[in-house]
């Protein structure tokens, strides 16, 4: 059993930074893929980022260019750094970890995903 802990929501102003990260514990963290995910008031649960066990990366459209996740296999910790922090971006972030087999998958389907952490809110002013 996979425990996911997410740190470093808060509150930013739009064009601004913060860096969220996500600790694992309890299994083999570089057997997993792993993904952010995020759900704003009223709307469903959406895919952010995911970077696969051999570190390649994929994005939604709305944050490429500006949000970069990494994974620190021996620190056990995925980090998402958000730069040009904007208004809609304002949600609840979910980190979630896939024992997915193929070391190459990085889904956007939140089905694919094992565990899941409580969730960070993350808030941005205009």
């Known amino acids: 059993q996979v425990q996911l802990v997410e740190s470093g929501g808060g509150l930013v102003q739009a064009g601004g930074s913060m860096r969220l990260s996500c600790a694992a514990s309890?299994?083999?963290?570089?057997?997993?893929?792993m993904a952010w995910f995020r759900q704003a008031p009223g709307k469903e649960r959406e895919f952010v980022a995911a970077?696969?066990?051999?570190?390649?990366?994929n994005y939604t459209d709305s944050v490429k260019g500006r949000f970069t996740i990494s994974r620190n296999n021996a620190k056990n910790t995925v980090y998402l750094q958000m730069n040009s922090l904007k208004p809609e971006d304002t949600a609840v972030y979910y980190c979630a970890a896939d024992r997915a087999s193929s070391p190459w998958s990085r889904s956007v389907n939140p089905l694919e995903y094992d565990y899941w952490g409580q969730g960070t809110q993350v808030t941005v002013s205009s």
């Open positions: 970077i696969s066990r051999l570190d390649i990366t």
């Open positions: 309890g299994g083999t963290f570089s057997g997993y893929a």
